[in-house]
């Protein structure tokens, strides 16, 4: 049993080697990273997703390989905001509590989009709030009470990325800080967010590359998972 486990299957498509055991080791299938690949290379891997009966999750895609996928399978959504296309023949059960995904400016939206996307496929109930960055504390303050119900956090920021720090010194939740590369030129592509966001000074900050919605929505997941389990 062991060896088999160890020896997880692959369907060899010749330019994918798709992993189909990994929702058996990850509780969640393999993701398409849908950037440098064809649109007849999406659709192949999905299909193959399908066809062993798993959720689909394109991440990074354009415009065709939204046309492709929806002309294929007529369950595909796209997710336009997120540059993402989800596929679901039985969406899985939501667990109970939220995740929150906020992000600093509307221009951050599609990362954080991104990362709510990817939760809610994965099973989780999230809730949004955008535009509610450092530049008019208020907006930041009056959600308090709304982020402490939450069981983690999502804060996404570009500029000079101060959201996730000013939120983790408020409230007592995991907080996964993702910047973005939204900003002028000493934002360096969002280097500058990110390096605020490395070198908090409030404690609990867990930070993802830049840009990576979907690393932190996964992540987020896999806490909620565990909150949700201890509630039970």
Sequence with gaps: MLRAFQAAPVADLGFAQVDTHRALRKNFPEVIFGAGKTPEQVVKIAAKLLEHGQQVLVTRITADHARALKKKFKLAVHHGSA???TIEKKPLPKRTGFIAV???GTSDLPVAEEAAVTAEIMGNRVERAH???VAGLHRTLAKLDWLQRANVIVAV????GALPSVLAGLVSKPLIAVPTSVGYGASFGGIAALLAMLNSCASGVTVVNIDNGFGAGYAASQINSLAADADR
């Excluded at 920021?157 to 000079?160: D, L, P, S």
Aim: glycine share 16%; net charge negative.
């Design 83 to 85: 540059r993402c296309v």
């Design 102 to 104: 906020v992000c600093a």
């Design 131 to 133: 535009d509610i960055g």
């Design 157 to 160: 920021a570009g500029m000079e």
